[in-house]
C-alpha cells in the first residue's frame, strides 16, 4: 500500500466509536503502519454527533483527514452518515449502519438515499447500508457490537486493507477477555 | 517498548518514568484521562494521586509536596489555569524544591464544553513560566520528561500545555515502562521560609532571581532539540515555523502539495530560543507562522526580524485564521497565498450543502435531571431568570430546554445570580451540579447570604461528577485512589453558610421538588434545594 488509508468513523456519542478506533489502530500498528487517529471526548459523547479519524501508512504526518480525502467512512448511525457524506471524495465508500436514532427533524431512510444518490456537482457516493445493529441484536443479543460487525463487512469485502488475521488480534488485544467472544463473533457475523 | 497510547496516556507514563510521587489536579475536558489514569495505578506503583476540589486546591497540594521533596505533576483544563494562577505566579518567585510538572490542556474549536476559546500560552508570559507544546504522543511522552528535567535542573515549574488533538491523538508511542516501586515516597518538609514565603521586601529579590533563572533556561531552549529545524535552510528563501499539532498539518500540507520547505518547530513557547528563530530567518525572504489562536509567536518572530531581516515578509495570522483550530486545508491555503501558487482541487471539493438537524448533546436516558427542568420551568413564574453552570446541568441550556439565561465558569451561575436578584425584583432560580458546589460554588452560597440576597439555589446532585467521565468528588465518600472518606453532605454546608431554608428530595418525586420550589420562591432569604439522585449511567454501573 504506497498511499495513507484515511477512516472517518461516525455516529453518535455512546455507540462504541472509540473501541472501534481502537482497534483499528492497533490492526494498523500490526500490519507495521504508521498509525495516527484522533478522536473527541467530553461534551460530544453525551449522544451528540461523534466524529474519529484514523489515518494508516508508510508516512503518517496529521492525525486527521482532510476533506475529500477519507477512503473510508463508517458510520454508526444512518442520518450521520448522511451527515458525514459532505465529506466524502471520489473514492471515499461509505459503510453506513442500518440504524436509526431518532432526532427532532431527522429524514426517512428513502430520503437520505435520495440525498446520497444526488450527483449534483459532486461526485456520486458510493455507499452501502448494512444492518449491523439488527443483525446483532437478533443474532448474538447485543447491538453495542455492531461496530465489530462493520469493521467484519469491511475487512469482507475488503473496502480497508487491512488483514483479518492482523484485525482478529488487534479484537484481543483491545477487547477484555469477558467479551471477546461476544466481538469476535460479531465480526465474524459481518465478515461473512 | 512501543504500544498505541493517547497522548494523556504518554503523559502519564513519561511521569512515571520520571520518578513522580504526587499527582493532583481537576477533571476537566481534554485532560481529564490523566488524573484518571494516575487513579487506577497509583496504588500499585507507590503514586499518591486525589482529584482535588478544584485547580488552585491542586497546585497547592503540589506546592506542598514539591517543598517536601516530592516530584509532582498537576493536571487540569485550560480554565483549571485561571482558577489556580493566584497561586501559580508566587510560585515561580519561591521555584520549585522538587520538580512539578503542570499539565494544562486547552481546546480550540471548543469541542469540549468550552465558555471561551482559552489560549493558556498567555500564563506563560505573566508568570515567566517555562512552557512546552507536544504535537503528539510521543512529543507527550518525550516533553514531559524534558518538563521534569528543565523543573529539577532550574527548580521552576513547567507547564506542559497541550491541546485537544494532541491530548486525545493516538499513535504508537516508544516508552519505557516504569511500574514504580509500590511504596508511597515519604518527604520532608526542610523549612526555608526565606525562599518560601513571599512578601515584599523579599518578593522583589525573588522577581530579580526569576529574571535570572529565565536568562539561563533561554541558554537551555536554545540547545534543546525541541526545537528543531525539519528538512534543509540551505538556499532556502522561503521558511515556516511551527508548533504544537498544528506542525503534523503543516507537514502534511507541504506532503500534499508537493513542496519542499524547511520548518522550524518550537517545542519551547517560553522562554523563546530566539537565536535559533534569528538564524532560522536570516537568510530567508519569506516565513509563515503556523500556530492556533493568537498570534503570539507571529508578534516575537516581527520583533526578531527588525534586527534579524528586516525586509523579510512575514505572514502569519494575515492568512490563518485566530479562530478555531487550524487543519491541513487551512495550512495549505495560507501556503498558497503566502507563496502565490494554486493549490490543487484536492482541497478544494465542490460539494453538496446539506441541511440537516444538529445531534446536540443530550441528557442520558433514565438522567435525573429530566425530572428537575421541566419541573422548574413548569413551576417558575413567567419571566424567571435561570442561571446556568458547568457540568451536565449545562445541558438545560439546549433544546428541548433551553432554559439558561446566563452561563460562564465554574459556580459562576449563582455568583451571576446574586448580582441580578440585588439588581432587580425578578425571580431567580440559579442551577449548579455537586461537583461545581464543591468546586467554587460554596463562596458563592456565602457571598449570596452574607449580602441578604435570595436567589433559589438548586443542587442537581447527582452523587458524581459526571460530565468529565465520572470522577469521584467531596459529595460521595470515596478518593480519586479509592479509599473511604468523609462524605460531605451539601445540605449540611448549605446550613453552616447560613442559609435558612434547605430541603433535600429525589427529584423523582416531582410532586415534591413543585411544592418546594413554590414555597421557596416566595421566601426572603437565599433557599437551596438538593435533587439528590444518582447519575443514570452510575446506576447502571454499578448494578453490574
Not at chain 2, 526569576?210 to 541558554?219: F, S
Request: aromatic share 8%.
Amino acid at each position: 500500500m504506497d498511499k495513507t488509508f484515511n477512516i472517518i468513523l461516525t455516529g453518535v456519542g455512546g455507540q462504541g466509536i472509540i473501541t472501534l478506533l481502537q482497534i483499528i489502530d492497533e490492526a494498523a500498528f500490526i500490519g507495521g503502519y504508521e498509525v495516527r487517529s484522533s478522536e473527541l471526548h467530553g461534551l460530544s459523547q453525551r449522544g451528540g454527533s461523534v466524529e474519529a479519524h484514523i489515518r494508516f501508512g508508510k508516512k503518517v504526518f496529521s492525525p486527521m483527514v482532510s476533506n475529500g480525502k477519507a477512503d473510508l467512512i463508517i458510520a454508526l448511525e444512518v442520518l450521520e452518515g448522511l451527515r458525514e457524506s459532505v465529506k466524502a471524495g471520489k473514492q471515499t465508500k461509505l459503510l453506513i449502519n442500518e440504524y436509526f436514532l431518532p432526532l427532532i427533524g431527522s429524514l426517512t431512510k428513502e430520503e437520505i438515499v435520495k440525498q446520497l444518490e444526488q450527483p449534483k456537482d459532486s461526485p456520486k457516493k458510493d455507499f452501502c447500508f448494512v444492518p449491523a445493529s439488527e443483525t446483532c441484536k437478533n443474532k448474538l443479543q447485543n447491538e453495542i457490537v455492531c461496530t465489530l460487525f462493520l469493521l467484519g463487512y469491511a475487512v469482507g469485502n475488503k473496502l480497508v486493507p487491512l488483514k483479518k488475521e492482523f484485525v482478529l488480534r488487534a479484537v484481543k488485544n483491545v477487547i477484555p477477555q469477558k467479551y471477546l467472544d461476544l466481538n469476535i463473533n460479531a465480526f465474524e457475523l459481518g465478515h461473512g | 517498548m512501543k504500544k498505541i497510547l493517547l497522548g494523556n496516556e504518554a503523559i502519564v507514563k513519561a511521569a512515571l518514568a520520571s520518578g513522580v510521587s504526587f499527582v493532583s489536579g481537576y477533571p476537566g475536558c481534554p485532560s481529564a484521562e490523566i488524573g484518571d489514569e494516575f487513579g487506577k495505578i497509583a496504588v500499585n506503583t507507590g503514586v499518591y494521586a486525589e482529584w482535588s476540589t478544584n485547580e488552585k486546591t491542586a497546585l497547592e497540594a503540589a506546592i506542598g509536596a514539591s517543598f517536601s521533596g516530592l516530584k509532582s505533576l498537576v493536571n487540569m483544563k485550560s480554565f483549571g489555569i485561571n482558577v489556580c494562577s493566584d497561586s501559580l505566579l508566587p510560585l515561580a518567585y519561591t521555584g520549585t524544591k522538587a520538580p512539578m510538572v503542570i499539565v494544562v490542556a486547552d481546546d480550540p474549536s471548543g469541542w469540549s464544553s468550552a465558555q471561551s476559546e482559552q489560549n493558556s500560552r498567555a500564563y506563560a508570559y505573566l508568570g515567566h513560566i517555562p512552557m512546552l507544546e507536544p504535537a503528539d504522543p510521543q512529543e507527550c511522552y518525550d516533553f514531559t520528561k524534558l518538563a521534569f528535567e528543565l523543573s529539577e535542573k532550574f527548580n521552576i515549574p513547567v507547564i506542559l500545555r497541550t491541546t485537544t488533538r494532541v491530548n486525545h491523538q493516538k499513535m504508537p508511542v516508544e516508552f519505557t515502562q516504569d511500574e514504580g516501586s509500590g511504596l508511597r515516597k515519604i518527604g520532608t518538609f526542610s523549612k526555608n521560609p526565606h525562599q518560601f514565603c513571599t512578601m515584599p521586601p523579599r518578593v522583589l529579590e525573588m522577581k530579580a532571581e526569576l529574571l535570572e533563572k529565565t536568562e539561563k533556561i533561554v541558554a537551555f531552549a536554545e540547545k534543546s532539540s525541541a526545537n528543531k529545524v525539519f528538512g534543509s535552510l540551505a538556499s532556502a528563501k522561503f521558511g515556516i515555523i511551527t508548533n504544537g499539532v498544528a506542525h503534523l498539518h503543516t507537514l502534511e500540507a507541504l506532503d500534499e502539495m508537493g513542496l519542499k520547505v524547511p520548518v522550524l518547530k518550537l517545542g519551547f513557547f517560553y522562554p523563546l530560543a530566539e537565536k535559533k528563530i534569528e538564524k532560522f530567518i536570516t537568510g530567508l525572504k519569506k516565513v509563515l507562522i503556523v500556530e492556533e489562536l493568537d498570534g503570539y509567536l507571529e508578534k516575537e518572530v516581527r520583533a526578531i526580524a527588525k534586527d534579524a531581516n528586516p525586509k523579510l515578509e512575514i505572514f502569519g495570522k494575515n492568512v490563518l485564521p485566530e479562530i478555531g483550530e487550524l487543519n491541513t486545508e487551512k495550512i495549505a491555503g495560507a501556503l498558497s497565498k503566502a507563496l502565490k501558487v494554486k493549490i490543487k482541487d484536492y482541497f478544494k471539493i465542490k460539494n453538496l450543502k446539506i441541511e440537516l438537524p444538529r445531534r446536540t448533546a443530550r441528557l442520558c436516558e433514565g438522567c435525573p435531571y429530566w425530572h428537575v427542568f421541566p419541573v422548574l420551568k413548569r413551576i417558575a413564574p413567567e419571566g424567571t431568570i435561570f442561571g446556568g453552570d458547568i457540568g451536565c446541568n449545562m445541558i438545560a441550556n439546549l433544546p428541548p430546554h433551553s432554559m439558561d439565561d446566563y452561563m460562564f465558569s465554574m459556580g459562576a451561575g449563582l455568583g451571576i445570580s446574586h448580582g441580578v436578584k440585588k439588581s432587580t425584583n425578578q425571580k431567580v432560580i440559579s442551577m449548579m451540579g455537586d461537583g461545581t458546589f464543591f468546586h467554587s460554588g460554596i463562596p458563592a452560597l456565602v457571598n449570596a447570604v452574607y449580602n441578604k440576597s435570595n436567589p433559589l439555589v438548586v443542587i442537581l446532585d447527582n452523587r458524581i461528577t459526571a460530565m468529565t467521565g465520572h470522577q469521584p468528588n467531596p459529595g460521595m465518600g470515596k478518593t480519586l485512589m479509592g479509599e473511604d472518606t468523609e462524605e460531605l453532605k451539601i445540605e449540611e454546608i448549605a446550613k453552616a453558610c447560613g442559609v435558612k431554608n434547605v430541603k433535600v428530595l429525589d427529584p423523582i418525586n416531582m410532586q415534591d421538588l413543585e411544592n418546594t420550589v413554590k414555597e421557596f420562591l416566595e421566601k426572603g432569604e437565599v433557599s437551596v434545594i438538593v435533587c439528590k439522585r444518582i447519575c443514570a449511567l452510575l446506576a447502571k454501573r454499578q448494578s453490574k
